[in-house]
């Protein structure tokens, strides 16, 4: 139980073009979705907590209009990347979370998604 | 504002050995919990072990323990029997009981278990 899902894997895009990585928890209702990016040999770094129906959250540094970040379903959040460039390559994770599974504060994880922006 | 601070980036042994990773957290929150999660090559991020900032007990699911010491705001991770499966990122982490449910991560451990 508590899976997330999360697709494209891995995406290749040209700079300038938008793309959208979707994250979805399969077997439970998420009530809050998070976002981090994680550079090579690094930890994770959040960049947004979203609540199903409500704008997302965004940490300090984290660029509002180039990451949105939709969630739209409890079951359902989305991260496009805007007018993508080569700095914005990384790998995005996204986690959920449920008051109704796991302990408080508890993330499920997705595998991420590898961008690269030639 | 929490951090977390494991002050090993690297460690290495042979396998069925045991070993320890540190991790050490600020905050000035009562209630809280703390976990210990594993990423492997694959990159997908494993919760190992947790443990609730209000049980004295320290946690345990198989090889894997902690010890918890409250007071020193430490949580350290032991791994015992280490088997290669066990090479991967240690990531320790902090979550309030309250407000975002945010988790604070620590910058990792990258532990090789070596045949």
């Known amino acids: 139980g508590a899976v997330v899902s999360q697709h494209p894997s891995w995406v290749i895009c040209k700079s300038g073009t938008s793309v959208k990585i979707e994250c979805r928890s399969l077997?439970?209702?998420?009530?809050?979705m998070f976002w981090y990016r994680q550079f090579p040999k690094q930890s994770l770094m959040l960049m947004a907590t979203s609540n199903e129906g409500s704008k997302a959250t965004y940490e300090q540094g984290v660029e509002k209009d180039k990451f949105l970040i939709n969630h739209a379903s409890l079951t359902l959040s989305t991260l496009t990347v805007t007018s993508a460039h080569p700095e914005d390559s990384s790998f995005y994770i996204c986690?959920?979370?449920?008051?109704?599974?796991?302990?408080?504060?508890?993330?499920?994880f997705g595998p991420g998604t590898r961008l690269t922006v030639l | 504002a929490q951090t977390v601070t494991q002050s090993q980036p690297e460690m290495s042994v042979q396998e069925a050995e045991t070993v320890t990773l540190s991790c050490t957290y600020d905050t000035s929150e009562n209630n809280y919990y703390l976990f210990w999660y594993k990423q492997p090559p694959s990159r997908q991020m494993i919760l190992v072990i947790r443990?609730?900032?209000?049980?004295?007990q320290n946690a345990t699911e198989n090889r894997f323990s902690v010890n918890f010491q409250k007071a020193a705001k430490s949580f350290s991770l032991k791994i015992s029997d280490s088997q290669l499966g066990d090479t991967a990122m240690y990531f320790c982490a902090f979550g309030a009981n309250q407000g975002a449910q945010k988790l604070v991560f620590g910058q990792g451990t990258r532990l090789t278990i070596n045949p």
């Open positions: 443990q609730e900032a209000y049980k004295q």
């Open positions: 986690s959920a979370s449920s008051v109704d599974r796991g302990s408080v504060n508890e993330q499920f």
């Open positions: 077997d439970f209702q998420a009530t809050t």
